[in-house]
């Protein structure tokens, strides 16, 4: 089932006023294929919105549709639990040692601007740790039970800013924390490592558990960075650019905008780019600035990751397609092309320099490592 | 079905009402069942504690106009909360 990006944008918010549940309402009514639309919502981590969107409406869906919704449901709030868990023993493990840990994405998200932490899915456990302390943190995880890989699954994958996956059972689910040395990724620009961030970490209150996370101008900056980044999959999650513009609208008024325009004007290009998909209030339309009206071609598309592309079965002809001709969309968020500019020096000299010094870090990144 | 056997809940199960039946979800298997208000109840009991011969005991007497019916349905629902993987003989 080609489910739209339309129709998945309307889910992505944390509340719908009147006018977005009518519309809403109308779209799922609509729905003949549960199970192709249920599986897009999942991937794109929206499966607990969708089931709060679906009560509020007061809608009546299929049965087997309601038990899958509500079972993914279920699932979430249960490995919401399980991390909460995981997280106690971990805080208090990092803190015995005097090891500091700075909470990242979903993790600092989830309580920070979602209702609930379970609305807020999410794969892995993200944190930051000192660089000069990884192999200390590594070896807690190791003393907590978690199973730590002694490398990365991909030679390629060697040198890249975080350890392997740690993953332990907890409650019949699975915790998987990444470590961090840097809060950026090696396919973005610009670096966040721990000191970098420390003198500004704000306190996230998660229940009982106080975590340490970025500063409001870090944060925008590393959500939208990750969320312009290249991704394991073929998508964005679109609950990942619900995060950039729910942070953005919930700490509206704290965020020094000034700050944001002078060091990280990707955030605000960022932010344009997701208007079409998340919009974004007048209020913070106008602290972003620029131009709302268009629509940029190709929205929700990314660049895909490298090795997807590289796969044998994709054609000649699509690799070099897929490789230098990704959506305007993309193009205009990573390289921090304003919505209403020109893309033509992008993709003609920086998106091939760009593909070159990708390729160049992965192959010292194998030859070093492997 | 031997009813001197316990019987326990499999680890992370979770269960949730919804209407009048009950969804269970086993993070094992990512499986959600929808199980009738009976399994439901059968589910519930399986405390790890309790013989089967405890827990038809227990239902005849919630249940005293189903008394003869209640073996054969709770033997019936172990069966299929075991075969689900939701519910283990405890040793």
Same mark, same amino acid.
């Given at each position: 089932?080609?489910?739209? +990006?339309?129709?998945?944008?309307?889910?992505?918010?944390?509340?719908?006023?009147?006018?977005?549940?009518?519309?809403?309402?109308?779209?799922?009514?609509?729905?003949?294929?549960?199970?192709?639309?249920?599986?897009?919502?999942?991937?794109?981590?929206?499966?607990?919105?969708?089931?709060?969107?679906?009560?509020?409406?007061?809608?009546?869906?299929?049965?087997?549709?309601?038990?899958?919704?509500?079972?993914?449901?279920?699932?979430?709030?249960?490995?919401?639990?399980?991390?909460?868990?995981?997280?106690?023993?971990?805080?208090?493990?990092?803190?015995?040692?005097?090891?500091?840990?700075?909470?990242?994405?979903?993790?600092?998200?989830?309580?920070?601007?979602?209702?609930?932490?379970?609305?807020?899915?999410?794969?892995?456990?993200?944190?930051?740790?000192?660089?000069?302390?990884?192999?200390?943190?590594?070896?807690?995880?190791?003393?907590?039970?978690?199973?730590?890989?002694?490398?990365?699954?991909?030679?390629?994958?060697?040198?890249?800013?975080?350890?392997?996956?740690?993953?332990?059972?907890?409650?019949?689910?699975?915790?998987?924390?990444? +470590?961090?040395?840097?809060?950026?990724?090696?396919?973005?620009?610009?670096?966040?490592?721990?000191?970098?961030?420390?003198?500004?970490?704000?306190?996230?209150?998660?229940?009982?558990?106080?975590?340490?996370?970025?500063?409001?101008?870090?944060?925008?900056?590393?959500?939208?960075?990750?969320?312009?980044?290249?991704?394991?999959?073929?998508?964005?999650?679109?609950?990942?650019?619900?995060?950039?513009?729910?942070?953005?609208?919930?700490?509206?008024?704290?965020?020094?905008?000034?700050?944001?325009?002078?060091?990280?004007?990707?955030?605000?290009?960022?932010?344009?780019?997701?208007?079409?998909?998340?919009?974004?209030?007048?209020?913070?339309?106008?602290?972003?600035?620029?131009?709302?009206?268009?629509?940029?071609?190709?929205?929700?598309?990314?660049?895909?990751?490298?090795?997807?592309?590289?796969?044998?079965?994709?054609?000649?002809?699509?690799?070099?397609?897929?490789?230098?001709?990704?959506?305007?969309?993309?193009?205009?968020?990573?390289?921090?092309?304003?919505?209403?500019?020109?893309?033509?020096?992008?993709?003609?000299?920086?998106?091939?320099?760009?593909?070159?010094?990708?390729?160049?870090?992965?192959?010292?990144?194998?030859?070093?490592?492997? | 079905?031997?009813?001197?056997?316990?019987?326990?809940?499999?680890?992370?199960?979770?269960?949730?009402?919804?209407?009048?039946?009950?969804?269970?979800?086993?993070?094992?298997?990512?499986?959600?069942?929808?199980?009738?208000?009976?399994?439901?109840?059968?589910?519930?009991?399986?405390?790890?504690?309790?013989?089967?011969?405890?827990?038809?005991?227990?239902?005849?007497?919630?249940?005293?106009?189903?008394?003869?019916?209640?073996?054969?349905?709770?033997?019936?629902?172990?069966?299929?909360?075991?075969?689900?993987?939701?519910?283990?003989?405890?040793?």
């Amino acid at each position: 089932m080609d489910v739209s +990006i339309n129709l998945l944008a309307q889910i992505t918010r944390l509340r719908l006023n009147d006018e977005e549940g009518a519309r809403l309402l109308e779209q799922l009514e609509a729905i003949t294929d549960w199970p192709g639309l249920l599986e897009q919502i999942e991937l794109n981590a929206l499966a607990p919105l969708l089931a709060e969107h679906i009560r509020e409406l007061n809608l009546a869906i299929p049965l087997e549709a309601l038990v899958s919704l509500k079972g993914l449901q279920m699932r979430h709030r249960g490995a919401a639990d399980a991390r909460y868990r995981a997280m106690q023993e971990l805080s208090a493990a990092f803190a015995e040692h005097e090891l500091p840990l700075v909470a990242l994405k979903g993790l600092a998200l989830a309580p920070m601007i979602y209702p609930s932490v379970a609305l807020r899915p999410m794969r892995d456990i993200d944190l930051l740790v000192p660089r000069s302390r990884l192999a200390e943190a590594g070896e807690l995880l190791v003393q907590l039970g978690f199973d730590l890989p002694e490398s990365q699954p991909s030679r390629f994958m060697r040198s890249t800013h975080q350890l392997p996956n740690a993953e332990k059972q907890v409650d019949g689910f699975t915790v998987s924390v990444e +470590i961090h040395h840097d809060a950026l990724g090696r396919d973005v620009p610009g670096h966040l490592p721990y000191e970098a961030v420390a003198d500004e970490v704000r306190t996230v209150q998660w229940q009982e558990l106080e975590l340490q996370t970025l500063g409001h101008e870090h944060q925008l900056h590393q959500v939208c960075r990750h969320l312009a980044g290249l991704h394991p999959g073929d998508f964005i999650k679109m609950i990942n650019m619900l995060d950039a513009v729910a942070y953005a609208e919930r700490f509206i008024d704290e965020i020094d905008w000034e700050r944001i325009d002078r060091d990280y004007d990707h955030v605000l290009n960022t932010l344009q780019c997701l208007h079409s998909l998340v919009p974004l209030s007048p209020a913070l339309q106008s602290k972003v600035g620029g131009d709302f009206a268009g629509e940029i071609s190709g929205q929700g598309e990314i660049m895909l990751a490298f090795r997807r592309i590289m796969k044998p079965q994709v054609s000649f002809g699509k690799k070099l397609r897929l490789l230098f001709n990704p959506s305007d969309w993309w193009m205009h968020m990573y390289y921090n092309v304003a919505p209403g500019n020109s893309l033509l020096f992008t993709r003609l000299v920086r998106h091939p320099l760009t593909l070159l010094k990708w390729l160049f870090q992965r192959a010292f990144s194998a030859i070093r490592g492997g | 079905m031997n009813n001197d056997k316990i019987y326990i809940q499999a680890d992370g199960c979770l269960l949730e009402q919804m209407d009048e039946d009950c969804l269970l979800f086993n993070p094992q298997t990512a499986a959600t069942l929808h199980l009738n208000p009976a399994s439901a109840l059968v589910w519930r009991l399986c405390d790890g504690k309790r013989t089967a011969a405890q827990l038809i005991a227990e239902l005849a007497e919630q249940f005293p106009g189903q008394a003869e019916q209640i073996p054969a349905d709770v033997a019936a629902a172990l069966e299929q909360l075991q075969r689900l993987g939701v519910i283990k003989q405890k040793d």
